[in-house]
């Protein structure tokens, strides 16, 4: 396996952000270096396409309010409707295809960038497991368990088993 090639830059940044910068890294023990690179990846790989495509940042606590304000009903056709529709469309602007790569890279994306929670996903030959847990209580576990089924569904032609608890939902299909 061959490293990523690198290239040296020189630039300027404010004083305040070298020093917030330099605190972080020193806080998670990295080398500034690896710090900034992260953040560039971050930008360049996730938050261009976020920002082009409208997304809207919502806390964690406001999306639960409003879930506890909707109905099972409503909320199942809301997960549904965003998974198989604005899911896709964002996998197809970022990555022009649809393929497991991808929707696993948008899947990375709904849970570490967007907040949907914490996750592990396991993708071997025949199968692909996806373990998730968030803070959004059943109505969010609902929300998940409909959205992910749907996204699968649309955008792999997979169907998949999930099981759901208050804080938790674990999908899996075949790969």
Same mark, same amino acid.
């Given at each position: 396996?061959?490293?990523?090639?690198?290239?040296?830059v020189?630039?300027?940044?404010?004083?305040?952000?070298?020093?917030?910068?330099?605190?972080?890294?020193?806080?998670?023990?990295?080398?500034?270096?690896?710090?900034?690179?992260?953040?560039?990846?971050?930008?360049?790989?996730?938050?261009?396409?976020?920002?082009? *495509? %409208?997304?809207?940042?919502?806390?964690? =606590? /406001? !999306?639960?309010?409003? @879930?506890?304000?909707?109905? #099972?009903k409503?909320?199942?056709d809301?997960?549904i409707?965003?998974?198989?529709l604005?899911?896709?469309?964002?996998?197809?602007?970022?990555?022009?295809?649809l393929n497991?790569?991808?929707?696993?890279?948008?899947?990375?994306?709904?849970?570490?960038?967007?907040? *949907? %929670?914490r996750?592990?996903?396991v993708? =071997? /030959? !025949?199968?692909?497991? @996806?373990?998730?847990?968030? #803070?959004?209580?059943?109505?969010?576990?609902l929300?998940?368990?409909?959205?992910?089924?749907?996204?699968?569904r649309?955008?792999?032609?997979?169907?998949?088993?999930?099981?759901?608890?208050?804080?938790?939902?674990?999908?899996?299909?075949?790969?």
């Amino acid at each position: 396996m061959c490293a990523k090639k690198s290239d040296s830059v020189t630039f300027r940044i404010d004083e305040k952000y070298d020093k917030a910068l330099r605190k972080i890294a020193d806080e998670q023990k990295i080398s500034l270096n690896t710090l900034v690179n992260h953040i560039l990846g971050n930008y360049v790989e996730t938050e261009v396409y976020l920002q082009k *495509f %409208g997304t809207l940042k919502l806390s964690t =606590d /406001s !999306f639960r309010r409003i @879930l506890a304000e909707l109905d #099972d009903k409503t909320i199942v056709d809301v997960a549904i409707r965003a998974g198989s529709l604005e899911a896709k469309e964002f996998i197809l602007f970022k990555w022009k295809e649809l393929n497991l790569q991808s929707v696993t890279g948008f899947i990375k994306i709904f849970f570490d960038v967007c907040g *949907f %929670g914490r996750y592990d996903i396991v993708v =071997d /030959s !025949f199968k692909v497991v @996806l373990s998730a847990h968030h #803070d959004l209580k059943e109505k969010g576990s609902l929300y998940i368990k409909y959205f992910l089924e749907s996204l699968i569904r649309t955008s792999l032609d997979k169907s998949s088993k999930t099981t759901i608890t208050e804080d938790s939902v674990t999908i899996e299909f075949q790969a």
